[in-house]
């Protein structure tokens, strides 16, 4: 399939290249040029020098880049260079709005839009073991998915319009509960005395293991805090989560905490630690 991938970023620069692996035509586009020649260096891929340029007569148009707006512009811009009944598929976490906004766009000019965040952090992305939350147009879906699957190891279709970005907030909220959790956990084994070593393996085995205890206690327990996904980008997303909150009625006070406890971690310094470092400001400071 002829495709486009725009936002050559830590997630979709080795998403792209799983599609290159997979024998497929893709044309890489992001805003700092030389990442795109980098990218297309390294992968076999080709590189476009305008977004427009990469996205002429494309079947698959994807794109991972920053926030609604940047969505907005990149998909407005594109719309009309791509073909005919070309499919849309966007990996940016954004608000519900935006999908619904751009799928009704595209369906204005006999295209389709998927809104299809992903969950596995920088890692998924590298090993093509991502989770795809998929709205939108269901046979659009279903047209594309079989190229999708060469980054991801699962993907689920959740309705209309705006509803995989809904569900990406759904995985939000609960990875903010779990690792506030975890870092208290962590803390109170330090304050205690404990081995927080033998206290992983004590209590990994049972009803308080996580993804995240795993993967993320033995590292906070050390004050390590650089392995992916990062304070800032998370403070974006409960963001939407919030700003959602607040339209539905949906009652989120652990998610709100947790929010300004990320504040404190920005304040702190640590903008681009991994989401474990909620245990830092737990620490004692001087």
Not at 36 to 64: M, N, P, S
Not at 79 to 93: C, K
Not at 243 to 272: H, I, K, P, W
Request: aromatic content about 6%; charged content about 20%; glycine content about 10%.
């Amino acid at each position: 399939m002829k495709i486009a991938f725009a936002g050559l970023g830590v997630m979709g620069a080795p998403m792209a290249r799983h599609l290159v692996e997979a024998g497929h035509d893709v044309t890489g586009f992001n805003r700092t040029a030389s990442k795109a020649e980098a990218w297309a260096a390294a992968t076999g891929g080709k590189a476009a020098a305008t977004v427009t340029e990469a996205a002429q007569g494309v079947d698959l148009f994807i794109l991972c880049v920053g926030n609604d707006d940047d969505v907005r512009a990149v998909v407005t811009e594109v719309m009309p260079h791509l073909s005919e009944a070309a499919v849309i598929v966007d990996h940016t976490t954004t608000s519900a709005k935006v999908a619904r906004e751009m799928a009704e766009l595209a369906n204005g000019q006999g295209k389709s839009f998927i809104d299809a965040p992903v969950s596995g952090g920088q890692a998924g992305a590298e090993n093509g073991q991502l989770s795809v939350m998929a709205g939108g147009d269901a046979a659009a879906l279903a047209k594309v998915e079989p190229v999708l699957k060469a980054y991801s190891k699962a993907i689920k279709y959740m309705g209309p319009a705006g509803s995989g970005q809904l569900t990406k907030m759904v995985n939000q909220i609960a990875i903010a509960g779990v690792v506030q959790g975890l870092a208290e956990a962590v803390h109170f084994a330090q304050v205690a005395g404990l081995n927080t070593d033998a206290a992983y393996e004590a209590v990994s085995k049972g009803a308080a293991q996580s993804w995240q205890m795993d993967n993320r206690w033995k590292t906070a327990a050390k004050g390590e805090f650089d392995f992916g996904f990062a304070v800032d980008w998370m403070r974006k997303d409960l963001g939407l989560v919030l700003d959602e909150a607040r339209t539905n009625g949906a009652r989120l006070s652990l998610t709100a905490l947790v929010d300004q406890f990320y504040a404190e971690v920005q304040a702190m310094g640590g903008n681009r630690w991994d989401t474990s470092s909620l245990a830092a400001r737990l620490q004692p400071r001087d």
